[in-house]
């Protein structure tokens, strides 16, 4: 996704309905076009004037309105051809720009910490300001004019065909895409409404961890801790490693997260601190005394079947992307599922996997418990103090003013030369996130980028800052893929792995953001090992989320209750396959906690390409300036992904790399 949350608002496809216009008619208008312009143009004419039929309708306009529309638009001078192409870029940019700045407005109360969320505030942030804009260019004829001059490629053919294209055939191929469907604005309207409500549940979906408590009632967190699921709790149990007694509160968290995914979890103890909670026994205590309060409704399974059911809704104006599948990976990420799949399952199933997991219960000097999918002890910070790099953060960044004031100084260090980052720091804004945080980039190059992070009241904490680089990895990308771009229908990046690999390689450079670099001669193994094991965490949790999604279509009248027990069983078959064999455990049900899975439709799988594109972009960036290639790769633009990889570093995606840089890891450091 170019947008973290792209699903809520870049709802490029427009509705279809089946054309109205008798055959014979297309081929009449066809052949007095053929006459009038040259056999040349055949090909062109008969597959505009086609593409035009499939998607006029009675409203557009009778078959004579039809026939004159054709034989009066129809462009065979390349000068206007050229000329055109820039206009519908200009006033795209205008439109799609300006419709981000409303839905951005809208939806600040419940996106930002900013105040006391009224009813209204969610009212305006499910106006979605995109849902008429299809319609209304196929109305307005806009849309026909690009049917009319210009062909829509599926897949294969932009795969076959893409070698050879320039620039300006990839901006047409691009323009011409947005007008491959036709939904209606109520559809689209129903989607936004169903991915803000799910979103606004994922983002106050905190817990109280000092009120989290075993038999013996000791305090395990600190107070005011308060964390959001699943970002917080997972981030929080990665900590613990680098703690001599860390391991009783990774425990306590997988407890947390299993209530969570069986919605065992009291619904008292969600985003409060009313009450103590044993998540071990699952008893909720006031004043020592428990209490009886009802678990969560399976909220959480509702909120993905809401998003299921407005998804399939829009299906039948999709006639070239029938299902949320089909969209995801064959337009979003231009990578047919069976090929993506097959690299996630590569990466899983290498025999070094289990040498690797081998090491980490060395180096833990226990067996592997199933949390250890997070294991971070080959990150340069894990033997780093987590409070003392709470107060170092929290000193130097106490609000959010005092990030955006760094800014500069931050992508210095990453580096981007002094001009490249005062540009770059005007054109990004830091808000206040009552999430986890988030990127939201721009439409329109005279926008800002939104840098979305969470800061308590007691200043940014480290996990509050690992995101925060994560999400200048993406603003970055943003910044660079549109304001520099010569096209504006390629700006972007190829799909959201791109950017999430981006926001991957910040991410990892942290720790030298905090002047405390580790850099020694095994950084370079304990990065691969770092890597690959986190990649095969997320290419597990992304297989849930295709399973789930196939689960969903499957059964379309499921209810919630029956989601949530789909969801475990897939959870479990997932793990039994590719971790029970490393970790000699069954039936475990932790790859089903990502909140990714209910808010995002289908995103969950971007991160592990992410992952493995990151690792590629790290190799070649070995002996080379960041700040330079990174500019000079964004300037690609939204070509297709192995397309882009090719320009960016040589080669297309492949986990190659990570897996064999891994053995050399595993033979040096085991």
Known sequence: MKKIIASLFILWGISFAGGTVEKSVIQSVSEKLIAQHGKTCQARIEKGVAQVAQFWQKEDGDDAVFAKFCM?????????????????????????GHSLEIYRDFSKPIQLDIGRLLPVDYLFAEYDPYAHIAEDLFKTKNAFIVLLNHPIYNLEEILEKNSTWTRKDWAWARLTANFSDRVPAEISQNLTKAYVKADDYISNYNIFMHNLAADDDQKLFPENLRLISHWGLRDELKSQYANADGLVRQKMIQQVMERIIRQEIPQAVINSGEYQWDPFSNTLYSDQKPVEKPSEPDTRYQMLLDIFQAEKNSDPYYPTFPTKMDRKFQRDREIPEQKFESLLVTMLKDPVAKKVAKLISKRLDRDLLPFDIWYNGFEQRSGVNQSELDKLVGEKYPNVAAFQNDLTNILIKLGFDEKTAQFLKTKIVVDPSRGAGHAMGAERRADQAHLRTRIAKTGMTYKGFNIAIHELGHNVEQVFSLNLIDHYMLHGVPNTAFTEAFAFVFQSRDMLVLGKNTDNEEAEYLKALDTYWSTCEIAAVGLVDIK????????????KADLKNAVMDIAKNVWNEYYAPIFGINDVILLGIYSHMIDAGLYLPDYSLGHIIMFQIEQYLKDKNLGQEMERMCKIGSITPDAWMQQAVGSPISVDPLITATKKAVQVLD
């Open 72 to 96: 009066e638009n129809f462009i065979t001078n390349p000068e206007e051809l050229d000329l055109t192409l820039q206009r519908y870029e200009t006033n795209l940019e205008t439109l799609y």
């Open 548 to 559: 789930v999604w196939h689960w969903l279509y499957d059964h379309p009248d499921a209810s």
